[in-house]
C-alpha cells in the first residue's frame, strides 16, 4: 500500500485519478490581483447605477421646492386676507388669549387662530427674483390635498368683510371638478377697465410682482394648496405654497348654519371675553 495514498498522490508524485485537481489553491480573497478587480468592477456597477438612476428620476419630472428643500429662484411672501375666520365649534380656548388686548388686537387674534376660511380664502402672493435673472412664472396648479368633504352641519364665525380686488387677480373653484386660476380683470376706482392678463409673468429683484388668489367653495370642507410653476436659466421647477407646512383650509357657508363669534369690550376699550354675536 502506497503511504501517499490517502492524499490522492501515486508515489511518483502525480495525481491519482478522481482526486481533486483544484485542492490545494488559495481562495480567491487571498489571491491580491483578482480581489482588487473584483473590488473595481463593484464600485464601477454602483457609481454607474447611481447615476443612471438619477437621471431617471429627473428626465420628465418636475423638482417641487418645499419647506426645507432646494432653494427656489424667488422670494414669496404671502398674506392670508380672508375673511370672516371660522370654527367648527365656538373658540372656547380662545378666551384667555383675547381678555385684556384691546379690540383690534383680539379681532387680530381671532384672524390668526381661523380653523377655516369661511366661504373663501383670500390670500395674497408677492414674489420677487433673487437675482437681476428673470425668472417666467408659468402657471399656478391648484392642488386638493385630500377629497372634499361636505361642510359640517353649524359653524362659528365673526362678522363679514369685503376688498376691491387688486391687480393680477385670480379667481379659483374648489367645487370644479379640477380646479384652476381664472385670471380676473382688476377692479380699478377709475378709468376704463383694463385688460385681463394670464400667465406668464416675469419677475426679478427689481421687478415684483404680487398676485391675490381668491379661492371659494359654495358646497365643501376643502383642503388644497398651490404649486407656482417656474423656469429660469435652463432649470424648471414647482414652489409648493400652503399654510405653513400644512394645507389651506375652506369652508362653504351656509346661511341657516352661520353662529356669530365676537368680542366683549369694556367701556376703558379692553376685551373682556367671547361673545356670541357678531363685533
Not at 418636475?62 to 398674506?79: I, R
Not at 402657471?139 to 386638493?144: A, D, I, N, W, Y
Request: contains cysteine; glycine residues 10%; proline residues 9%.
Amino acid at each position: 500500500m502506497n503511504a501517499n495514498s490517502s492524499d490522492g498522490e501515486s508515489g511518483d508524485g502525480e495525481p491519482q485519478a478522481g482526486a481533486e485537481p483544484d485542492k490545494g489553491k488559495k481562495p480567491f480573497w487571498k489571491r491580491p490581483l483578482t480581489w482588487a478587480l473584483t473590488v473595481l468592477v463593484g464600485a464601477l456597477a454602483t457609481v454607474l447605477g447611481g447615476a443612471l438612476q438619477d437621471v431617471f428620476k429627473t428626465t420628465g419630472s418636475k423638482v417641487v421646492h418645499e419647506f426645507g428643500k432646494e432653494q427656489a429662484p424667488f422670494t414669496v411672501a404671502s398674506e392670508d386676507n380672508s375673511c370672516p375666520p371660522v370654527w367648527t365649534h365656538f373658540p372656547d380656548k380662545l378666551q384667555k388669549s383675547v381678555i385684556g388686548k384691546t379690540e383690534d388686537e383680539g379681532r387680530t387674534i381671532l384672524m390668526k387662530n381661523r380653523e377655516a376660511d369661511g366661504g373663501a380664502t383670500e390670500l395674497t402672493v408677492t414674489l420677487q427674483g433673487r437675482t437681476q435673472s428673470a425668472v417666467v412664472i408659468t402657471g399656478v396648479r391648484v392642488v386638493m390635498s385630500g377629497p372634499p368633504q361636505p361642510p359640517p352641519a353649524s359653524v362659528f364665525g365673526t362678522g363679514g368683510c369685503g376688498a376691491a380686488v387688486p391687480t393680477r387677480s385670480f379667481a379659483i373653484d374648489l367645487d370644479s371638478k379640477s380646479p384652476t386660476a381664472k385670471a380676473l380683470p382688476p377692479d380699478e376706482p377709475s378709468g376704463p377697465s383694463p385688460a385681463i392678463v394670464n400667465f406668464p409673468y416675469k419677475i426679478s429683484t427689481t421687478d415684483p410682482e404680487v398676485f391675490h388668489f381668491s379661492v371659494r367653495t359654495a358646497a365643501c370642507d376643502c383642503t388644497w394648496y398651490l404649486e407656482i410653476e417656474w423656469n429660469s436659466n435652463g432649470k424648471a421647477g414647482a414652489y409648493r405654497l400652503d399654510n405653513g407646512g400644512k394645507p389651506f383650509r375652506t369652508l362653504a357657508l351656509q346661511g341657516y348654519t352661520w353662529q356669530p363669534v365676537g368680542l366683549y369690550v369694556s367701556q376703558d376699550g379692553t376685551v373682556t371675553g367671547l361673545s356670541r354675536t357678531s363685533y
